[in-house]
């Protein structure tokens, strides 16, 4: 069972329950080759702290001793290791030597027999090289064999790998019809010679391929991808476990795996690592110690250095920072960057699991930065979702520098003169009522902007502009009207945030701002004495409040803005406790992460304002994690204090 | 005495010589506050390996205690450090506190009479906000006292501070003006406020004006960089020394520096780092241990990182890989990749420096990459060095694929047809004659090709095409005359490395070429019967033979492609020797390193041939180091196989 602890987009941090204990991903498993043993298992999970290793129970099955002690002791004692093994099932035996002498069935029992934590089918290895054809017919078998061995796995967790050669359609279809049968696990498997050719492009397409036709609350393993350099990208597209046999294949070779590449030693002029093999050696003292000695310190370097990635791609995402950190690693080779180059092309899908808002600034890397969802989300809804106040506009040129700083003035001077002031940013023309938003306003940019950003730039300028149809004018009108900016803001920033049927709803009425003294930022939204928003200081959003979310809930069709709960949770989350997702009956199909949601029962009652942490599928999916995060129940015993929000 | 190692552009691995050992430069100075000791000198030496440190003579002399003990016991014993301390005046405390109570004179004096390796002149701190006038007042006082300090700084080595604001040109000024005094190492002061405002693009244009006005065998220093993510940026525009306080004063506030940014330890949820201050600690314990203690081992992990990059920076000054790894650091943040795109202001005065070649492959990493100086000379050369066969020609796109390979049918079957056939690379257009030098066949793209790199290909090959008369054709001729492509590229490499004028003396006469049988490839190129030249198969550039030097000697005028030397020096160099620096009397001025050159007498008599090593300022300024790596001399005892170079 899989559970989500946090998430940045399609990437997650959770836990995989088994029965050798939790596996926090994402993950990365070494693969102990049982006989050639570079790093003994139980320094792997007490040394390194890895508790996850992967096997292959081919090769037990194939060699008569391994094969006995495995039936006897099981898979854990034999290698010693008290944490969760998963085995590979003699696939990559066959895509290496063609064939293997093994059926589907008797190495799943085998995997079974032996105790595996997680076991995995004998798929068909898909090759880079096949036709469509070919590979449609292999991956038939594949299913036919994932269904079959589903029957025989008894206890035992089971890997339904997801095949298709290159082809992301295939792909796509393998992984619905596996969404289908009753797996745990999704390795993408075949991508081995993809990775070994720098195919990076094309491994993005697979996955993100994958991930469309696969159900959410299974983790889904990238096999064969041990290079640390590869695991941020491959994480910010969803991908939750690794498997390395190249820490020990590598230090076979005398290369040096580390985020900005592979070294090998010969060509190094120095070693710079810190890490716990590499200390107190040097570049000459590793270069004359013995073969074996030196491998084995190179095999500690490179679980060292896959270990250290692996915490560094927990940190970013639980602080928001992934992006960053995969656009920079991506810069380790040209092939690389090609993969996150080509994440332009998903931003759609892409799009539906970014979060509304994260914590912390957005850091701009490069042209690549422009392809991130929350910039196509932008534009999107500053097309769909905004109404200008006027058609006359003039564009205001503020790259580089924080918007909406200082600039109140201009703009309370220009509106008043009839003219929509916008101002130039990477995201898109940006109108005043949206400028404290985020992304917009929590995000930095380099003052010398480049061809690509700038192209990009005018095209979404332009859409912007014709989308409204906006002019930009030189002549302005006398002083006429004064606009509170604030009041603008208000509505806009509903409209956005949403929709403008919720906010028409919602502004329904006389409304009344409260305004912090101390910033002139809107804190509270009352509508004919009520209190139904709350405007967040760290994002620009509103929290809805209960009386928000009573006008909605009258007014607004279903499902909008909604998660139905089952009707044994309704008391609970009346009272105000949280909604979880074996709970939720249903909800809106719009829905992303950390947007405002009313909680109500299956006949339409209201129990509860908060916060979706999932899209919809995701509720409905995962056994267990926090779907909504409630802020007040309509029985909430306690009365909310308002300001705890901000 | 300062002297270099290994160098790549502006960067360069040295080696300070002082009184107390020796520097291996780039070098970082931890800053220790006599006063406020958070790692015990003794440790950065022996622990930390730190062979130098930076403190404060101001705050010695103006404490009653630690006066008297740095004048009876000297710094080195007081500190208990015994590698090189450096000695700062004063300087950041009048920028601190608006004055200082100690003269010029006595503080230099002071330094000297306690025994700092680097003492440093008392200048006058320029603040950015500083009007032009107001600088240049402030630079005369600054050299004036630089001039005063050099007549009582006796055995003391002494650092003479670049000043001039923000104003390039005054820096440039204030530097050349140094250049001529007996100074020993040039700190560029006044940057700390622009680091600290993240503005980073002025800093670039400052430390390039500063080293063009400075005289190249001197380190410099600068002052007050002491955050990782800046270092490669900064050692990639000549920066030898830093130093940093940061380490201690981030660790008092619970900030983290890594080389992709700083961390405060509030922020953070995890920790990855496996430097030694940081193993076994996770980031719970880190922040429920006592906050002294918890300071000593941050300021112990920003120290280990620092170290950490120093060494990753000489690796990839070592390995010709600081682009990318200075590329890739600048992702840290916006404001510092504003400071790489900068370079693309400073192309020329780069590309003075550019080695003709570097060892293995050249990645790019993101639209930054095109402002490298290897783009603007390949797009400089081809304009002026290439002469088409042809002036119809044909385009073929090639992008992301490695050029040149598997194209040679395509290319004699065009030129047969009097088409010239020109490959669209992210370098400009590059002909089937030139298609194997460095950095052409060398490099790696991606596939997908942003539009700033786009535009700036774009660019670049209109230039090309009209400076060669060159027109894009449908029409071919009939199959007319076949074409020795490695004999088109045996002349047009010539004219690339060595000018027209030397191409045309070389090729004077009947050509025979020696190819490869295994590779095909050119390896000797023979003119009537005499070996002239040498293609190495590596990055496809001549080796200069010595029946070659002859005819060049003979026929191009002085002082193309020579090395003069003294003429003590003569008989060495004629029997092979190398030429050091100390003993060359005048060069070619346009000599970038790796250029082939000829080494004559004062009297021109060719005595040798080898490779430059520096460009002529630097052989005419250092003491130290060798200035051509000699081949052959025109007496060498044995004789040389030229399969040596190959």
């Not at 790093?39 to 006995?68: C, Q, W």
């Not at 949403?498 to 912090?516: N, Q, T, W, Y």
Request: proline share 5%; glycine share 8%; hydrophobic share 40%.
């Amino acid at each position: 069972m899989f559970e989500i602890i946090k998430r940045d987009g399609l990437a997650r941090k959770g836990v995989l329950h088994t029965p050798h204990g939790k596996l926090e991903t994402p993950a990365l498993l070494p693969v102990i080759n049982p006989k050639m043993v570079t790093v003994k298992p139980t320094e792997l999970y007490h040394e390194f702290g890895f508790r996850g290793l992967i096997t292959n129970s081919y090769i037990i099955r194939n060699d008569p001793a391994l094969h006995e002690r495995a039936l006897r002791e099981g898979l854990h004692s034999m290698l010693d290791f008290p944490g969760v093994i998963m085995t590979d099932s003699g696939t990559f035996q066959s895509h290496m030597y063609g064939e293997v002498d093994v059926s589907n069935e008797e190495i799943v029992s085998f995997q079974r027999s032996i105790g595996s934590d997680i076991g995995t089918v004998l798929d068909v290895f898909t090759e880079p090289y096949w036709t469509e054809e070919q590979t449609w017919d292999s991956i038939r078998l594949t299913l036919k064999r994932t269904e079959e061995a589903t029957s025989i796995k008894g206890n035992m967790m089971l890997a339904g790998v997801v095949q298709g050669s290159v082809y992301p359609q295939l792909r796509e279809e393998c992984a619905r019809a596996m969404a289908f049968m009753d797996l745990d696990v999704h390795p993408i498997g075949g991508v081995v010679p993809l990775m070994e050719q720098y195919r990076y492009l094309e491994l993005v397409d697979i996955i993100i391929a994958s991930k469309k036709g696969l159900t959410p609350e299974r983790p889904v393993h990238l096999f064969g991808a041990g290079h640390p350099m590869i695991l941020a990208l491959a994480t910010l597209l969803g991908c939750d476990m690794f498997d390395s046999a190249s820490y020990a294949k590598f230090a076979r070779d005398d290369r040096m795996m580390f985020v900005d590449g592979t070294a090998r030693l010969q060509d190094m002029h120095g070693l710079e690592c810190d890490c716990p093999a590499c200390q107190g050696h040097d570049i000459e003292s590793l270069r004359t110690m013995k073969k074996n000695e030196r491998e084995i310190i190179i095999a500690r370097h490179n679980l060292y250095e896959l270990r250290r990635e692996i915490k560094r791609i927990h940190r970013a995402i639980s602080e928001g920072t992934l992006w960053e950190l995969a656009e920079t690693r991506c810069r380790a080779h040209p092939a690389l960057l090609d993969g996150i180059r080509r994440l332009d092309e998903h931003a759609e899908f892409l799009e539906r699991h970014e979060p509304l808002s994260r914590d912390g600034a957005m850091f701009y890397t490069g042209t690549e930065t422009l392809s991130r969802p929350s910039f196509y989300r932008y534009h999107k809804r500053s097309m769909e979702c905004y109404v200008p106040l006027f058609h006359r506009c003039v564009v205001l040129d503020e790259v580089g520098k924080p918007h909406g700083r200082h600039m109140g003035d201009t703009f309370t001077s220009l509106l008043s003169q009839g003219v929509l002031p916008l101002v130039r940013t990477p995201f898109g023309l940006v109108p005043p009522e949206l400028n404290e938003l985020y992304p917009l306003a929590q995000s930095l940019f380099p003052q010398i902007i480049d061809a690509s950003t700038a192209e990009t730039m005018e095209i979404r300028e332009k859409e912007f502009l014709s989308a409204h149809g906006l002019e930009i004018t030189d002549t302005y009108n006398e002083q006429t009207k004064n606009f509170d900016v604030n009041l603008l803001r208000a509505v806009a920033v509903a409209r956005y945030q949403f929709g403008k049927e919720a906010a028409k709803i919602l502004f329904d009425g006389d409304i009344e701002l409260v305004v912090s003294k101390k910033t002139g930022k809107i804190r509270n939204v009352l509508v004919n004495g009520e209190h139904i928003l709350s405007m967040r200081a760290g994002d620009g959003y509103y929290s809805l409040r209960l009386e928000g979310a009573r006008k909605l809930v009258e007014n607004l069709p279903s499902p909008k803005m909604r998660v139905t709960v089952v009707d044994d949770a309704v008391p609970f989350n009346r009272e105000g406790r949280n909604v979880f997702c074996g709970f939720v009956y249903d909800s809106d199909p719009n829905l992303i992460p950390m947007d405002e949601v009313m909680v109500v029962s299956r006949a339409g009652e209201l129990l509860a304002v908060g916060r979706a942490l999932m899209t919809r599928d995701e509720m409905l999916s995962f056994e267990k994690g926090m779907a909504v995060k409630v802020r007040e129940g309509t029985s909430s015993q306690q009365h909310h204090n308002v300001l705890d929000d901000l």
